[in-house]
């Protein structure tokens, strides 16, 4: 099935339930049991979706006793943020060259 194959985090991304489980993850570590609380998805859903997130170096888990909780991983998103950084800075570039060049042209 093509929406639980790996991408990187802006593909995994586009998906509204992952968006959701890492908004929810933002506010605190959680299980999968209270992630599916909280979302109109099957906790077997969850699953798949934190497998993909994990697989996208989103999320990081570790065992508690029988289940596992799930975190944002700090160097998942800080790379995205990266990413989004840099996109944000070309296009403030290019508004800079294209007052730069209407400038030019009225002088």
Excluded: C
């Excluded at 991408?7 to 209270?34: K, T």
């Excluded at 990081?60 to 944000?88: E, H, I, K, M, S």
């Amino acid at each position: 099935m093509a929406t639980y194959q790996t991408g990187d985090g802006w593909d995994v991304l586009g998906d509204p339930s992952r968006r959701a489980i890492i908004a929810s993850l933002a506010e605190r570590p959680q299980a999968v049991v209270e992630l599916a609380d909280a979302l109109p998805i099957s906790r077997p859903a969850v699953s798949q979706h934190l497998k993909v997130l994990k697989d996208a170096g989103l999320v990081t888990d570790r065992a508690a006793g029988a289940r596992r909780v799930y975190r944002l991983n700090p160097a998942g998103v800080a790379a995205l943020r990266d990413q989004l950084d840099a996109f944000w800075n070309r296009t403030l570039a290019g508004f800079q060259d294209a007052v730069d060049e209407s400038t030019e042209e009225g002088s």
